[in-house]
């Protein structure tokens, strides 16, 4: 056949050109993850032109701009009525701007602002060879202890890539919770997981632990990736669409039209309910939800703490704001189905959280048996399938993540020769050696625990009460029980820090930079004003309560 012929044909068998519609992108409503990514790009840039002395101040100053500009945007889309009456889907059906989301973005962009004066931090390792060195290490390349990682250090080096790597982690958070098609999910998913498993691994001390952490991180993520991605696959041949509504639809039974095709697999249980399981499994790994929870506490204690406590933080906001709108909005008909599964995860969750942290001596594992312990008081919100459910979730989510940020900045500061002190021996009279720096930590535990008059308190009772009202009274006993387990734990290193006499050569307190103080302070100012005046915000979570479909 002639060239000429081959090419009539082609011109034939395809539409022309003309008849591809450009896609519809809302900009202005997807604004807050626009600029985060261009921030991040533009950081990378940064590394690649700017002389290394400068580098860290310019990492400063485009990620905090960006952040700030970014819960600007998030607040103007909200003041402008995106999160009620304007709601909607954006970008060609992929991503959702409504209450939730905005309210979500709002608390992950707080969180990583705060989060990332703990990363700038210089000023609480002592200097090495007169250059301020930060939590990280001076050359990530290097092999720990070799001839290249001491001349990096001599010569000053310092790893200033976690700047754009923290503002790629964020760019698929705020995408995480509003996605609105499966592959959307799955692709932000993997933005925010890619850059916390680098990010684990640069610890300036203890490099081989911090090394573990990442590749423990790394191996158990992509098995929790793997399981979601053939959870959507199945999801996919169930309902023929990897949009929300529409699964939604068929799981419902009221989709507009069936074809053929559709008919077939609508029939086909097994592949909805595989399906959906495979799905909330992966997002419970990145909630840390028990039996997934095996890498928190390996992955908290190895990684620098700034990366813990911002990882530890705003990756759950992230995760449960995916995991309600999963549940609420794609699989309401089936919550016959996912209500038991998640009482018996929500119940496990809270008891183990609970008790194997008592048997902690780290300082760091024992917040990351916490934050398991949370994971299940969270989930008890998630069950209540109410709308005061989805606001409880949501003010606790964004009660926790202040506490869990101040407490990591403060385990920064408590130091010996070996860098952070983290076993809870060296905690021993710290309240007689700094005063300041353990009543702070105990406010935090105190939030920890729940005890009134803290936000913790007030996100508890939220949580509990929409439990309670969804029909869901059992779960808050064996939550109550948790709550009284747990705070045996955090009382004893209150008795620790105040009743125990100080070792002698135990370790001191650095005094930090104005960055970590703030991180500390802001932690400090949202526990008190969340649990002494929380309606302001309980409203405000309120009206954000309602998932657009």
């Not at 390996?298 to 992230?318: I, R």
């Not at 936000?455 to 009460?465: P, Y």
């Not at 103080?517 to 949202?526: K, L, P, Q, S, Y």
Request: proline share 5%; glycine share 8%; hydrophobic share 55%.
């Amino acid at each position: 056949m002639s060239a000429t012929a081959v090419h009539s044909l082609w011109t034939t068998a395809v539409d022309p050109i003309s008849k591809i519609d450009a896609p519809k992108i809302e900009y202005g409503q997807l604004a807050p993850t626009l600029i985060i990514v261009g921030a991040a790009v533009l950081g990378v840039l940064v590394e690649a032109f700017v002389p290394r002395k400068s580098r860290y101040y310019a990492q400063m100053f485009v990620s905090v701009v960006a952040l700030v500009a970014a819960f600007a945007a998030v607040v103007a889309l909200a003041a402008d009525g995106y999160g009620t009456t304007k709601a909607g889907i954006a970008a060609m059906g992929a991503v959702a701007v409504d209450g939730p989301a905005l309210f979500l973005q709002g608390t992950i962009l707080l969180t990583a602002l705060v989060g990332l004066f703990t990363f700038a931090e210089r000023r609480l390792d002592p200097e090495a060879h007169g250059n301020r060195v930060d939590s990280f290490a001076a050359q990530a390349a290097s092999v720990p202890g070799s001839d290249s990682e001491k001349k990096a250090v001599k010569a000053g080096f310092t790893t200033t890539e976690v700047f754009p790597l923290l503002l790629f982690a964020v760019s698929g958070m705020l995408v995480f919770p509003a996605a609105n098609d499966l592959l959307t999910l799955f692709v932000a998913l993997e933005v925010l997981s890619l850059p916390l498993y680098l990010l684990c691994a640069l610890a300036r001390r203890k490099r081989l632990m911090s090394q573990e952490a990442a590749v423990k991180y790394f191996l158990l993520g992509a098995f929790a990736s793997a399981f979601t991605l053939f959870g959507i696959a199945l999801l996919y041949g169930y309902s023929g669409s990897m949009s929300y509504a529409t699964i939604a639809q068929v799981v419902d039974g009221t989709v507009p039209e069936v074809t053929p095709a559709l008919a077939d697999t609508m029939g086909n249980d097994a592949l909805l309910l595989v399906g959906a399981a495979l799905l909330v499994m992966g997002l419970l790994f990145k909630v840390g939800a028990v039996p997934f929870h095996m890498w928190t506490p390996d992955v908290y204690q190895g990684a620098p703490t700034p990366v813990t406590g911002f990882m530890a933080a705003a990756t759950k906001v992230a995760a449960f704001g995916a995991l309600l709108r999963i549940l609420y909005v794609v699989l309401p008909g089936l919550r016959w189905d996912w209500r038991p599964v998640m009482w018996a995860v929500a119940i496990v969750t809270m008891l183990a959280g609970a008790v194997v942290a008592i048997t902690q001596t780290d300082i760091k594992r024992l917040l990351a048996y916490s934050s398991i312990a949370h994971a299940g008081f969270i989930l008890a919100g998630v069950i209540a399938t109410t709308p005061s459910g989805i606001s409880s979730v949501l003010f606790y989510l964004a009660a926790y993540s202040f506490v869990t940020i101040g407490a990591f900045a403060v385990v920064t500061l408590v130091r010996d020769a070996g860098g952070e002190a983290t076993h809870l021996s060296k905690w021993a009279g710290l309240g007689r050696r700094s005063p300041l720096v353990a009543a702070v930590f105990a406010v935090f535990l105190l939030a920890f625990a729940g005890i009134p008059l803290t936000s913790g308190f007030s996100g508890k009772f939220a949580v509990f009460k929409a439990a309670a009202e969804g029909g869901a009274a059992p779960l808050v006993v064996v939550g109550v029980i948790s709550s009284a387990i747990a705070a045996f734990f955090y009382i004893r290193v209150i008795v620790l820090m105040f009743f125990s006499e100080p070792r002698p050569g135990g370790p001191t307190v650095a005094v930090p930079s104005p960055l970590t103080m703030t991180a500390i302070a802001v932690g400090v100012a949202v526990t008190v004003v969340l649990g002494v005046a929380p309606q302001y915000f309980l409203e405000l979570a309120g009206d954000a309560g309602v998932f657009v479909r």
